[in-house]
């Protein structure tokens, strides 16, 4: 089945750790999204990528980083800078050319610093 | 600012009942609203799209309606069952291109028996 799969469910991290969330799509579509959601709050756009070696960043990007080197794939590394990273990540794809299209949500992936 | 706003009070209705849920927005010039329901602990599951030059739009006991001037969407589920309990989110094209979605709080529907 197609779709978006995410990498590790739960996931806990010592302070001063960097951790890396994995994102896959076989949904064959360009661009790739990273929300964060914090209870209470919307979901939060930290980088996206519109196409292979590129991306861009959102809105909170400062603590984390990415990379894009194959179209299905989209890892998130959330690393020590990050100053609050317990949070809920959702990984996210959409189809090229409909850019007004539906975003396809992964089942995400629960980060706790310990 | 830019600002998307929800009822961040859950709505508890009846079952059969039509639940209506509201979308309120400041400082955008959105061309499109989405909404996407989230259960607990998931991922968003996109529902509904409507376009500025969209009044109405409807899928099964789903309604949007979008109001430019107003700057509002409402959100309606009409014959609710207790399965449309979950967390509903609007969520607005920031940029214009399509390709930076921003969500809103969400509002919690409780539908009951």
């Known amino acids: 089945d197609g779709g978006i799969t995410q990498s590790p469910k739960y996931l806990f991290r010592k302070e001063g750790q960097n951790v890396t969330l994995s994102c896959e799509q076989n949904?064959?579509?360009?661009?790739m999204y990273w929300y964060r959601q914090d209870p209470g709050q919307g979901l939060r756009l930290i980088y996206y990528?519109?196409?292979?070696?590129?991306?861009q960043k959102g809105d909170i990007a400062e603590g984390y980083s990415v990379s894009r080197e194959k179209k299905e794939s989209f890892p998130l590394t959330v690393t020590s800078a990050q100053k609050n990273p317990t949070a809920f990540y959702l990984c996210?794809?959409?189809?090229?050319?409909?850019?007004?299209?539906?975003?396809?949500f992964g089942e995400g992936s629960r980060l706790t610093v310990l | 600012s830019q600002k998307i706003e929800q009822n961040s009070e859950a709505l508890n209705i009846q079952e059969g009942k039509t639940a209506t849920l509201t979308c309120n927005y400041t400082?955008?010039?959105?061309?499109?609203l989405q909404w996407y329901r989230q259960d607990p602990g998931r991922g968003p599951v996109f529902l509904l799209l409507?376009?500025?030059?969209?009044k109405e739009k409807r899928k099964e006991r789903l309604k949007v309606t979008f109001d430019t001037t107003l700057k509002q969407s409402l959100f309606h589920i009409t014959a609710s069952q207790p399965a449309d309990s979950a967390t509903y989110l609007c969520?607005?094209?920031?940029?214009?291109?399509?390709?930076?979605?921003?969500f809103g709080t969400g509002t919690q529907l409780k539908v009951e028996l």
């Open positions: 996210a794809s959409k189809g090229s050319g409909m850019n007004t299209g539906e975003l396809f």
């Open positions: 949904l064959n579509h360009d661009a």
């Open positions: 990528s519109q196409i292979v070696n590129d991306f």
């Open positions: 400082n955008y010039s959105p061309a499109y």
């Open positions: 409507i376009r500025e030059n969209e």
């Open positions: 969520a607005l094209d920031s940029t214009g291109g399509g390709n930076k979605l921003t």
